[in-house]
């Protein structure tokens, strides 16, 4: 006798269980409600995401750039980005139980191209056991680029007509944007959080180097705290201009350690953070620094011989 | 790009720090990361085996385990890892756990070579199955138990590669020292104390002596007895032999001193206490910090702040 309805009966009850959007949201939007930051960490090794998890953050993020921070390089954009951050699934996922878990994709992957790409894309996504989106690498950095490749539907247009897909389906994103148009543009689209990027993470020992901010070059990164706040707040005023209900967590720039985070509370209406390099580089590169040479410094002090 | 170190280079490297009375430091490393503030911190010598990723992956080191081989091909295998580790450093020499019980190489010269060509300047026996006398007693009659290990330090010594032996009873340890190992690890079985250690010592009742096993947590004091023993046993074959001390309870640099205090060893290897314990510490206070920070009241979205 045989049951093709059974075995899908039993892949139903073991499936990886999700979070709905609104569940995740009225949770967040009840923390927010008592001034508590969102605070979410970029995790790209099983150890750090164990500590996220622990810590009770409210999201964890994946993404390659992660990766080359671990290498104890200065973080790099890896090409072909989701054929490295897709696999980071199950070593993540291991350490996290209770933490909605978002993927963050690259919305121009030559695998996902065509009229139904994104939707693969998201299939794709959603099928390995993510909870959510988040659009990392992102082109909102770099106009230049995006502009050129616009009519080829691999510009930022295509970052936001994901949001909307997503928003048709009702699955939980959260965006970065670089500029108050990028902001309007996918809050309009429905995401849940706009996330103000104020560019490469300076800071640490292997942070962006502190060049110029030039005007339409959004990766170099703002290195001045107050201009930063300024700019986030730009954002976020963007984003609630076009939905109130868009959540703002900021990011990048000079964000990097617990008193700029606080100066950024202070000084903007943000509702939360998220902590890449200051959760998975700069805390780590610290701890060594920390203990490391505690062992260099240890003395022997019994000697028979 | 990195120097490839040889035998006697390794070896100069270490008794200049042992002249200077100072101990040695070897620095497992699981990353990049950690090879490279290893590097610039002083460590002397970089260790680094195909099961570091599992700490990395916040999961315990798998040194009490069932496995019998295969481990030199898993994901993330000492030969995989090397090129991260290489690219993070500049000038210091990288020793390379190998199994030397794995059925897939059944030749050793294979494996040593392997491993130098990769880049390797040394090779150790980790994973090793010196912590459980019937099981390698048992894989030593199949042909691929703990024989091999000391078959592994011997011909790699031939080869002229730095050699180092981890060695959980005395007796192996003056088997190692004959083989020619250059550096002895005696090793206090699974590190305890923090989120993927072993269990604290004593906490599990059970009679490991009575089953030859060596692979449980042991205390400070077990420990050091347990390392002087060995430490004992290495120097009445050869005087000069170089022990370090590794596992148990050596995961913090406070532990590491109490038991450089206490006993004659050259030195220490640290594992967890490089990589794990920094990062549990760090991460674990910093999310806390995290968690206490309040938004703006100014925020329309925020109703009333409660404090932390």
């Not at chain 1, 609104?22 to 099983?46: F, H, R």
């Not at chain 1, 949001?163 to 670089?178: E, G, P, Q, R, S």
């Not at chain 2, 390379?96 to 040394?122: C, Q, W």
């Not at chain 2, 002229?160 to 250059?182: C, H």
Request: proline content about 7%.
């Amino acid at each position: 006798m045989v049951s093709y309805s059974e075995r899908k009966r039993i892949l139903d009850a073991v499936g990886e269980p999700i979070p709905t959007r609104k569940e995740i949201l009225d949770k967040w939007w009840a923390q927010i409600k008592q001034g508590i930051p969102i605070i979410y960490a970029g995790c790209s090794v099983g150890l750090v995401a164990k500590y996220a998890e622990e810590m009770g953050l409210d999201a964890i993020v994946t993404y390659e750039t992660g990766l080359s921070r671990h290498w104890g390089m200065p973080t790099t954009l890896l090409a072909d980005p989701n054929r490295w951050s897709f696999p980071m699934y199950e070593e993540i996922r291991t350490q996290v139980v209770n933490t909605p878990l978002i993927a963050g994709v690259e919305a121009y992957d030559p695998r996902f191209q065509g009229e139904r790409g994104l939707i693969r894309m998201i299939r794709t996504v959603i099928e390995i056991g993510y909870d959510g989106i988040q659009n990392f690498p992102t082109l909102s950095f770099v106009p230049a680029i995006y502009s050129l490749r616009e009519h080829l539907n691999m510009g930022w247009k295509r970052e936001v007509e994901l949001v909307k897909i997503c928003n048709d389906l009702d699955i939980f994103t959260m965006w970065y944007a670089c500029s108050p148009e990028h902001a309007k543009d996918v809050a309009a689209a429905g995401t849940d959080a706009v996330v103000p990027h104020a560019g490469w993470t300076v800071g640490g020992q292997v942070g962006a180097p502190p060049i110029k901010r030039y005007p339409k070059t959004w990766i170099t990164p703002i290195s001045n705290l107050d201009e930063a706040c300024r700019h986030v707040q730009e954002i976020t005023d963007a984003a609630r201009s076009v939905n109130p209900k868009c959540i703002s967590l900021s990011h990048g720039g000079p964000f990097i350690d617990i008193p700029a985070v606080r100066y950024m509370f202070q000084h903007t209406t943000t509702d939360g953070f998220e902590a890449a390099s200051a959760w998975e580089r700069v805390p780590v590169e610290n701890a060594l620094a920390d203990f490391i040479p505690k062992y260099r410094a240890i003395k022997k002090t019994v000697r028979k011989k | 790009m990195k120097p490839k170190f040889s035998r006697a280079q390794i070896l100069e490297r270490l008794s200049k720090r042992m002249i200077n009375g100072d101990p040695i430091f070897v620095a497992n490393c699981s990353a990049g990361m950690i090879a490279k503030y290893a590097e610039k911190y002083g460590a002397d010598l970089l260790t680094v085996h195909s099961r570091g990723k599992f700490r990395y992956r916040g999961l315990p080191d798998p040194l009490p385990c069932f496995w019998w081989g295969g481990t030199n091909e898993i994901k993330g295998n000492v030969f995989e890892i090397y090129h991260e580790i290489e690219n993070a450093i500049d000038n210091i020499p990288v020793v390379a756990g190998l199994e030397a019980y794995d059925a897939l190489f059944r030749h050793m010269d294979k494996l040593i070579s392997k491993a130098t060509s990769t880049g390797y300047d040394g090779i150790y026996n980790y994973p090793t199955w010196g912590w459980y006398k019937p099981l390698r007693w048992l894989r030593d009659a199949a042909g691929f138990g703990f024989t091999r290990e000391l078959e592994m330090i011997k011909l790699a010594h031939q080869m002229d590669v730095f050699t180092m032996a981890i060695a959980f009873w005395p007796e192996d340890a003056q088997e190692f020292v004959k083989m020619g190992a250059d550096v002895i690890i005696a090793h206090c079985g699974w590190e305890y104390g923090f989120s993927t250690g072993g269990p604290e010592p004593g906490s599990v009742k059970f009679d490991f002596d009575a089953e030859g096993f060596r692979a449980q947590p042991k205390t400070l004091d077990e420990s050091c007895r347990m390392i002087q023993e060995i430490c004992d046993a290495a120097r009445s074959v050869n005087p000069k032999q170089i022990v370090l001390a590794a596992g148990g309870p050596i995961t913090t640099p406070e532990n590491a001193q109490k038991v450089m205090d206490r006993v004659d060893v050259d030195g220490f290897e640290i594992s967890h206490g490089i990589d794990v314990v920094p990062i549990e510490v760090h991460l674990r206070r910093i999310g806390k910090e995290y968690k206490s920070l309040r938004l703006n009241p100014k925020n329309p979205n925020v109703e009333r702040v409660v404090p932390p």
